[in-house]
C-alpha cells in the first residue's frame, strides 16, 4: 500500500513557472526555518529518551491542512516526517487532513498548532 504514491506524479507537480524565481527567498526561509525545527525537535526527543523513565503517550492525531495542491500536500506531509518524534502517517481521500504519529500525544491541539502555524505557513509560503 502506497499512501501518498498519488502525490508523487511529477509530471503534475514539477511545472516551473514566472513565480519560481520570485519564491527563491521563501523557499531559502522554509529551509533555515525546517533545520531550526528539526534541531529543536531532536533536542526534545534526546531529553524524552535519556530520562530514566520515558512518560510518553504516543498517538495518532488528525491535523486538518489548508493547501490542496499535491506539491503542498507533499511538502507538509514530508516535512512533519522529517522532524524528529513526528511521521506523517496517511491522508484522507478529500486530501484535507494528515494523519500523524507523535510521540507524544498528551496535547493533540498543541501539535496541530505547531503543524499548522510553525511548519504548513512556510510551505505554504514557498512552494504554493
Not at 498519488?6 to 520570485?22: A, F, M, N
Not at 519564491?23 to 525537535?41: G, R, S
Not at 530520562?51 to 492525531?61: A, L, M, R, S, V
Not at 507533499?74 to 494523519?99: M, W
Request: glycine share 4%; net charge neutral; proline share 6%.
Amino acid at each position: 500500500m502506497t499512501p501518498f504514491s498519488k502525490l508523487y506524479r511529477l509530471d503534475e507537480v514539477i511545472q516551473p513557472t514566472g513565480d519560481w524565481l520570485s519564491k527563491i527567498p521563501k523557499k531559502l526561509v522554509y529551509f533555515y526555518v525546517l533545520i531550526k525545527e528539526i534541531i529543536k525537535a531532536n533536542i526534545v526527543v534526546a531529553k524524552i529518551v535519556i530520562q530514566p523513565k520515558i512518560d510518553i503517550k504516543p498517538g495518532i492525531i488528525a491535523v486538518p491542512i489548508r493547501t490542496k495542491t499535491n506539491i503542498g500536500i507533499t511538502g507538509i506531509a514530508n516535512t512533519i516526517t522529517l522532524t524528529p518524534g513526528t511521521l506523517t502517517v496517511d491522508i484522507s481521500e478529500d486530501k484535507s487532513v494528515l494523519y500523524v504519529h507523535s510521540i507524544d500525544a498528551t496535547d493533540p491541539q498543541g501539535v496541530r498548532d505547531s503543524i499548522r502555524d510553525d511548519l504548513e505557513h512556510y510551505v505554504l509560503e514557498a512552494f504554493e
